[in-house]
């Protein structure tokens, strides 16, 4: 009878209310809340990384996430969607899956539903996180869990992963997916054309952006031979583990500061030739650089984005812009 009554008890006893306000507009933060490889890079708290397995956005579709801690224990939870109203509002069941109990000393809330909000605040974003239980117990379970802290954490790399968003729009990055064996990534430079050509082609340039986002990377071979079935390739070694990555090409087709095509492959990697097309317009003096990439399988492309690829290149174009402005 006791359980019944603890049941039964009003919604606001049985509800976690977290609020946050986002200096990102609203369809940005619905986006990032929604796309697999956005919520991989904050989903969870600091320090976690996440693996989404499976995102079924409409109603009565599934999602499954796995979190993953600093030391690799992982936390998998899943949920199905109830209601999704684009860019206002979702709802959705929210439980844990199969494995969590065991990585988790305590008794584990049932029949969580949360409900996110997304109101536009004068170009902000304020979100809304509500987290009703089945029961009041099962509220003050999931609190001594470190739900209110987790999320609050998940939102501080929400904020960190829509600022860089922001910068990146700002300067015109984009990668998007026409088909299933090719990418195509796009960028704005503050330089004229010929500049980003050099500064693209000449190894004293390359050497001082290409790779090396981390500390440990370095370039130790930088070989360029600029001409139709020329031969380029460069090594990057990482000194925290003694590896050397190793990526070459040749080139196809040559047209002085508009247009380059050349294959490529990463060397480590058996049968990863991709082609590669650099194009250049420019206008009022910026340059947009286009990469389309052509894949030779849906697996060949699937496996080159889940490498990292997309943040990557960001952090490298990001330097090549810092060079443009010296060399300007």
């Not at 979702?90 to 990585?103: C, K, R």
Request: charged share 25%; with cysteine.
């Amino acid at each position: 009878m006791l359980e019944k009554n603890d049941s039964t008890s009003s919604e606001s006893e049985r509800k976690i209310v977290i609020t946050r306000v986002f200096n990102a507009p609203r369809e940005l933060v619905f986006k990032a809340w929604t796309e697999p490889k956005h919520i991989a890079q904050w989903w969870g708290p600091k320090g976690f990384t996440t693996r989404v397995t499976e995102l079924d956005l409409r109603p009565g579709g599934r999602s499954r996430y796995v979190m993953i801690s600093p030391d690799g224990t992982e936390y998998p939870v899943k949920g199905v969607f109830r209601e999704i109203v684009p860019p206002e509002r979702i709802v959705t069941t929210d439980e844990f899956d199969e494995g969590f109990e065991q990585v988790i000393n305590a008794e584990l809330p049932q029949g969580m539903v949360i409900t996110a909000i997304f109101e536009d605040v004068d170009g902000k974003t304020k979100l809304t996180l509500e987290i009703v239980h089945e029961s009041a117990s099962d509220r003050r379970k999931h609190e001594e869990m470190g739900v209110v802290a987790g999320w609050n954490s998940s939102f501080d790399c929400l904020d960190e992963f829509l600022a860089k968003q922001i910068e990146q729009q700002q300067n015109g990055f984009t990668l998007t997916l026409p088909s299933d064996r090719e990418i195509i990534v796009t960028r704005v430079f503050n330089a004229p054309r010929h500049l980003v050509f050099e500064a693209w082609t000449q190894p004293e340039h390359v050497q001082r952006w290409f790779g090396g986002c981390s500390s440990s990377m370095t370039m130790t071979v930088c070989e360029i031979d600029l001409r139709v079935g020329g031969i380029w390739r460069y090594v990057l070694h990482d000194s925290s583990n003694g590896t050397d990555h190793g990526f070459s090409g040749e080139y196809r087709e040559i047209v002085p500061s508009e247009r380059l095509v050349s294959t490529e492959r990463y060397e480590p990697i058996p049968n990863s030739d991709r082609l590669n097309t650099l194009t250049l317009t420019e206008e009022d003096g910026k340059t947009t650089l286009h990469i389309h990439i052509q894949h030779q399988s849906s697996e060949q492309r699937d496996g080159h984005l889940q490498s990292g690829m997309e943040v990557g290149l960001r952090q490298t174009l990001n330097r090549l812009e810092e060079l443009l402005q010296s060399m300007s």
